[in-house]
């Protein structure tokens, strides 16, 4: 995968989701640089600065850039709850706070894995 590869399809999804309003960069990186382990893409993003960069492992090949960047477009969309929410684990207790954000970036993760599959489905069904 290319990095113009994988930030022609960010822009896609970027438009489609209307995120105009975030900053994108876009990077390719090896696949070890990666986290969490055994992933091929990540986004982070800072929410009051509407900043986000999002990475691809350049070792995923083929149409890897429309799913990588569907994925962490998704993730990006849900950026804001995902803030909020782990906003309100401020009060708690560490280790009721650890068990918390995890609790919220897994069920986030559940929905973009969700809605990916439905959107590349809906998209196969059309091609
Ligand atoms: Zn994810």
Redesign the pocket.
């Known amino acids: 995968m290319t990095k113009g590869r994988l930030a022609a399809q960010v822009r896609r999804w970027q438009k489609l989701f209307r995120l105009q309003e975030w900053n994108l960069e876009t990077d390719v990186v090896e696949r070890a640089e990666l986290e969490p382990k055994h992933s091929v893409g990540n986004v982070i993003y800072n929410v009051r600065g509407r900043t986000a960069m999002i990475a691809g492992a350049r070792e995923d090949g083929g149409d890897g850039a429309e799913r990588i960047a569907l994925?962490e477009m998704l993730?990006l969309t849900l950026a804001d709850l995902v803030d909020f929410a782990t906003q309100l684990t401020d009060h708690l207790s560490p280790d009721a706070q650890c068990l918390a954000e995890d609790a919220i970036s897994h069920e986030a993760?559940r929905v973009?894995q969700r809605l990916e599959r439905g959107i590349m489905d809906a998209l196969g069904e059309r091609r």
Do not use: S, T
Request: net charge negative; glycine share 0%.
């Open positions: 994925h993730h993760e973009v």
